[in-house]
């Protein structure tokens, strides 16, 4: 149950694309559709983003998208914005019946 | 509206145990798989434990498999974590949460564990 590999921090400047990306293995991305992202900011409890690799639930911005590769996972937020500013985590399901996150990444915009 | 009501966080010594609740409302408890994640201070998200909507199905984490117990009560819409021989490094809030599918999509705001001497 290793956890999956985020970068610790991404930056991009308001306008801007920036990805963060999410590479687990073939027990958990590799193998499985159900990669979910979460948003929390400080304080707060998550919130979730993108379920399903690249499904938005119903009153998140379509600046956000989801893809997959293989054995990695994307996030993808577009025409950045000041209210991005905030930690990001990914999670997927795995081969033993458990769910494993990613370490987290801390987005800041510039 | 759903919401996830956490409690029963508190301090505790090394080897102690605690249990935490959290109540349910604003939707169709007993048709949804639940779940606890914890976050340590200044860290990321680590999911803990799962439970199928009847119970058939319970999984752990291996950090607290042995250790940590969860369950349910359909009835009361309540979820539980019964922790025993706790360790510092339980130190986190423990959010409870729902499952949609396979994701989570309800989350509590987390009661705070102190495991400390």
């Known amino acids: 149950q290793s956890a999956l590999i985020q970068p610790a921090s991404v930056s991009g400047s308001p306008g801007q694309s920036i990805t963060i990306s999410c590479t687990g293995a073939?027990?958990?991305?590799?193998?499985?559709?159900?990669v979910s992202w979460y948003q929390q900011y400080p304080g707060k409890a998550p919130k979730l983003i993108i379920y399903a690799v690249n499904v938005r639930p119903s009153g998140v911005s379509s600046r956000f998208s989801g893809s997959k590769s293989g054995n990695t996972a994307s996030l993808i937020i577009s025409g950045l914005q000041t209210e991005d500013e905030a930690d990001y985590y990914c999670?997927?399901?795995?081969?033993?019946?458990?769910?494993?996150f990613g370490g987290g990444t801390r987005l800041t915009v510039l | 509206e759903v919401q996830l009501v956490e409690s029963g966080g508190g301090l505790v010594k090394p080897g102690g145990s605690l249990r935490l609740s959290c109540a349910a409302s604003g939707f169709t408890f007993n048709t949804y798989s639940m779940t606890w994640v914890r976050q340590a201070p200044g860290k990321g998200l680590e999911w803990v434990s799962g439970?199928?909507?009847?119970?058939?199905?319970?999984y752990y984490a291996d950090s607290v498999k042995g250790r940590f117990t969860i369950s349910r009560d359909n009835a009361k819409n309540s979820l539980y974590l019964q922790m025993d021989s706790l360790r510092a490094e339980d130190t986190a809030l423990y959010y409870c949460a729902r499952y949609g599918d396979y994701e989570i999509d309800y989350w509590g705001q987390g009661t705070l564990v102190t495991v400390s001497s």
């Open positions: 073939t027990s958990d991305i590799g193998t499985y559709n159900y």
């Open positions: 439970i199928s909507s009847r119970s058939d199905y319970i």
């Open positions: 999670n997927s399901y795995t081969n033993s019946n458990t769910w494993v």
